[in-house]
C-alpha cells in the first residue's frame, strides 16, 4: 500500500475540512477588489540591492494574480475567480493578458469557455497554454473541460472532456510532448479522480487504467530523466508514474519531515529535486538526486523563516527564490506572513535573506519568471486570510541581486527553433565572459506550484563572435516546448532571455543521450560524487567538439568512459589487480578487472568471474585478452540496451 500512514478516509476529512474553511469565507470573497490588512507590514528590509536585490513599489491591475503564466512572446496571462452578485459565473472566465516591458494590459480581457479557477496548467510543445479541469459552481467540485489558450491569435478553444471533473489537478509536460493530468477533486460525494490522464499530441486524451491512485490535490509532479514522472509531495510517501500503455505506479523513497502542505517543489537540475516549506509552517529544506544509484532524500539548509503558501521560482543563474507564505499557525494566517524573501544556491544548500516586498503574498498567490530575468509576484487575499489579508490587486516586481552587478551580457543573434542534441550559434559580443547558458521553461504557476518550471544547463564553447551551445540531448531532461535562454556572466549577470522552441523528439527519448548527462553520469557511476568544474568542461567540450556528427559524438563518448575507467581515481578506488604498470593483450588479471567493473559500473552487477567460459563476461574477456581492444569492449557496455535502459524506463 503506498499510503499505510494515510488512509483514503483520512485524506477525504482533511479535503473536506478544507472545503468547509473556504465555504466559510466565500462570503467575503464578493467584497470590493483592493487590498486590506489587519496591521501595515513592515518597512521594506533595505539593504545594498547588489546583495539583496529590490523590490518596485506595489502596482494594482484590478486582477488576483490567482493563476499567472509566461507567454512565448514573452507577456503574461493571468486570471482569478470569477464572480458575479449571485456567485460564481458558471462556463467563463476572463483571462489578461499584461505586458511587462510597457506595464500595461495588453488587450481586453479574453473570456474562455469554463470557469478555470482551481485548473491545472502547462504549456504544450508548441507553446499553447493546456488548462486542465476548473470550477463548477462550488469549491471541491470539478469541471471535466480541457481549454487551450492560442497565443498566437489570443484565442481559447476547448479540447476534449476528461473521464470526470478535476478541481486542483496538476499537469507534467513529457518527454515526448505529451501531458499527463493527475488527481483533482470530483465533487464532495466521489472525492479525488484517481485516473491519470494523457493528452495526446494529437489533442486527444487516454486513461492510464491500470494507474489508479488517490493523491493529494495539486500534487508535486515533475518529469523524472528516467521517463517516469516523480511525484516529489507534498505527501511524505514519493512515488512514480509509467505513462506507458495503461500506466502503472512505482513506489519512491519517503522524505524526511513529512507532509508539507503549500510548501514548494522545484527540479533545480537534471533529476534534482528541492522541496521547501509547507504546513505546518517549517523552514526545513530538502533535496534528492533521481539521478544516483540509491536516490534518498536529505536535509539541507533551513531558511530563516518557517513558511506555508509560499512560491518558488527558479532564476536564470540557477537559483531558487522563495517569496511570500506565513510562519502563522493554521491554513492561511496573515497575522504570521513574511515578508522577506529568501534565495538558495544550489552550490552551497544554504539560503540567504532578500529585501521584503510590501504586501502580503499567502494563499493564492503566484510568482513567475519574467524574459529580463525579473520575478513578478501578485494575488494573495482571496479568500481573506485568518487575521484579515484580503484582496490583493496588485503585482510587485522584484528585481535579483545579479541586476545590479554590473552590465549584462546581451544576445545579438539566436534561432528561434532548436532540435534535441542540435549545435546551435549564439551571437554575442561576450562570449569570453560568459559562464553560463541555460533554458528555462516558461512558467505556469498556482497554488504553491509551477507546474511547467525547470532549468537546463547547456553546454558551450567560444567561437568568432559569439558561441556555440549545445542544445540538451533528450526529451526527458527537456521536454519539448519553449524556454527562455539566458547567457550568464562570470558576475553572474544574466542577459535578457532570447525565447527558443525546443523540437519534440522524433523517436522515444533517453536521457543518457543528453551529452551533459551522461558526462555527469560517469562521475556518479565510477566516483560516486558530483564533477569538479573543470573536469567536467574538459569532457563536454571534447564530446562536443564532434558538432552535430553523431558518429563522432559516440566514439568520443566511448573514449570519455575509458578515461574514466582507466583513470587513477578509479584504480585507487578499486585497488587490486586493477592497477598494473602497463595494461594490455595478455594481461590476465587486469583485463579480468577491466571487464567485471564495465559490468559492475554500466550494468550495476557483477558476472561472476569472467575468466570461466561458463559465466556471462567471459566472451568480453576472451575478446579483450586476444585484442587488447579496449574501446570497444567498453563500447559495448555504453552502447548497451541494458545500460541505456537504465535511463528510460517506460
Not at 504549456?123 to 462550488?138: A, N
Not at 485516473?195 to 494529437?202: D, E, G, I, K
Not at 561576450?430 to 518550471?453: C, E, P
Request: hydrophobic residues 35%; neutral net charge.
Amino acid at each position: 500500500m503506498l499510503y499505510p500512514t494515510r488512509p483514503a478516509f483520512r485524506r477525504a476529512r482533511k479535503v473536506s475540512l478544507v472545503f468547509c474553511c473556504l465555504l466559510l469565507t466565500n462570503a467575503l470573497v464578493s467584497l470590493p477588489l483592493r487590498a486590506r490588512a489587519a496591521a501595515s507590514p513592515p518597512a521594506a528590509l533595505q539593504g545594498d540591492p547588489s546583495l539583496v536585490g529590490q523590490w518596485s513599489p506595489p502596482v494594482n491591475l484590478g486582477v488576483i494574480l490567482i493563476h499567472t503564466h509566461v507567454l512565448p512572446n514573452g507577456k503574461v496571462m493571468f486570471w482569478m475567480r470569477d464572480r458575479n452578485a449571485q456567485g460564481d459565473v458558471i462556463g467563463s472566465t476572463q483571462t489578461y493578458l499584461w505586458d511587462p516591458t510597457t506595464g500595461g494590459f495588453a488587450g481586453f480581457p479574453v473570456n474562455s469557455t469554463t470557469h478555470m479557477f482551481c485548473s491545472g496548467h502547462s504549456f504544450l510543445p508548441d507553446g499553447r497554454l493546456l488548462v486542465t479541469g476548473g470550477h463548477h459552481g462550488q469549491d471541491g467540485v470539478g469541471e471535466p473541460h480541457t481549454n487551450v489558450f492560442d497565443f498566437n491569435t489570443n484565442t481559447w478553444s476547448r479540447g476534449p472532456d476528461m473521464n470526470a471533473g478535476r478541481w486542483y489537478p496538476t499537469n507534467c509536460p513529457l518527454g515526448n510532448g505529451e501531458t499527463v493530468v493527475v488527481s483533482g477533486n470530483i465533487n464532495g460525494t466521489l472525492g479525488v479522480n484517481t485516473l491519470p490522464q494523457v493528452y495526446n499530441t494529437n489533442g486527444t486524451l487516454r486513461s492510464l487504467t491500470s494507474a489508479q491512485q488517490g493523491l493529494q490535490l495539486y500534487p508535486w509532479m515533475l518529469l523524472a530523466p528516467n521517463s517516469r514522472v516523480f511525484n516529489s509531495g507534498p505527501d511524505q510517501f514519493t512515488r512514480y508514474l509509467s505513462t506507458a500503455g495503461a500506466g502503472a505506479w512505482f513506489t519512491g523513497p519517503t522524505s524526511n519531515f513529512g507532509f508539507r502542505d503549500y510548501g514548494a517543489s522545484v527540479m533545480y537540475d537534471d533529476g534534482k529535486v528541492l522541496v521547501t516549506g509547507g504546513g505546518p509552517p517549517t523552514a526545513t529544506a530538502e533535496v534528492i538526486n533521481l539521478s544516483s544509484e540509491n536516490p534518498a532524500w536529505r536535509f539541507v539548509g533551513s531558511m530563516a523563516n518557517a513558511r506555508r503558501q509560499i512560491n518558488a521560482t527558479l532564476l536564470p543563474d540557477g537559483q531558487v527564490l522563495v517569496t511570500g507564505g506565513t510562519s502563522g499557525a493554521g491554513f492561511n494566517n496573515a497575522i504570521g506572513s513574511v515578508f522577506a524573501a529568501e534565495m538558495w544556491n544550489p552550490q552551497t544548500e544554504q539560503w540567504s535573506t532578500m529585501a521584503s516586498m510590501q504586501t502580503r503574498r499567502l494563499y493564492h498567490s503566484t510568482a513567475v519568471l519574467l524574459p529580463d530575468g525579473r520575478v513578478l509576484v501578485g494575488g494573495g487575499g482571496s479568500p481573506p486570510g485568518s487575521g484579515g489579508d484580503v484582496d490583493h490587486t496588485d503585482i510587485e516586481i522584484y528585481s535579483p541581486p545579479y541586476l545590479f552587478k554590473g552590465a549584462r551580457p546581451s544576445i545579438t543573434s539566436a534561432p528561434t527553433v532548436v532540435n534535441h542534441d542540435q549545435q546551435f550559434f549564439v551571437g554575442t559580443p561576450d562570449g569570453a565572459s560568459i559562464s553560463k547558458v541555460t533554458l528555462v521553461r516558461l512558467s505556469s504557476a498556482t497554488h504553491s506550484f509551477n507546474q511547467n518550471q525547470r532549468i537546463n544547463y547547456l553546454s558551450y564553447s567560444q567561437t568568432s563572435g559569439g558561441l556555440n551551445v549545445t542544445a540538451p540531448g533528450s526529451g526527458n531532461i527537456c521536454p519539448p516546448g519553449f524556454y527562455m535562454m539566458f547567457l550568464v556572466n562570470s558576475n553572474g549577470v544574466p542577459s535578457q532571455a532570447s525565447i527558443i522552441q525546443v523540437t519534440v523528439p522524433g523517436s522515444p527519448s533517453n536521457a543518457i543521450d543528453d551529452q551533459r548527462y551522461f558526462v555527469r553520469q560517469q562521475y556518479y557511476d565510477y566516483f560516486n560524487r558530483e564533477p569538479d568544474p573543470g573536469g567536467f568542461t574538459n569532457w563536454m567540450n571534447y564530446i562536443n567538439g564532434c558538432g552535430n556528427d553523431p558518429s563522432c559524438k559516440n566514439t568520443r563518448r566511448v573514449t570519455t568512459g575509458r578515461g574514466f575507467m582507466e583513470s587513477g581515481e578509479f584504480r585507487r578506488r578499486v585497488g587490486g589487480a586493477f592497477n598494473p604498470a602497463s595494461p594490455g593483450a595478455g594481461y590476465t588479471a587486469y583485463n579480468r578487472e577491466y571487464v567485471r567493473q564495465c559490468y559492475i559500473v554500466y550494468l550495476r552487477r557483477d558476472p561472476g568471474e569472467v575468466t570461466n567460459p561458463a559465466n556471462e563476461g567471459y566472451g568480453w574477456y576472451d575478446y579483450l585478452s586476444r585484442t587488447g581492444d579496449y574501446q570497444t569492449t567498453l563500447g559495448g557496455f555504453v552502447n548497451s540496451g541494458e545500460y541505456r535502459n537504465r535511463f528510460f524506463k517506460p
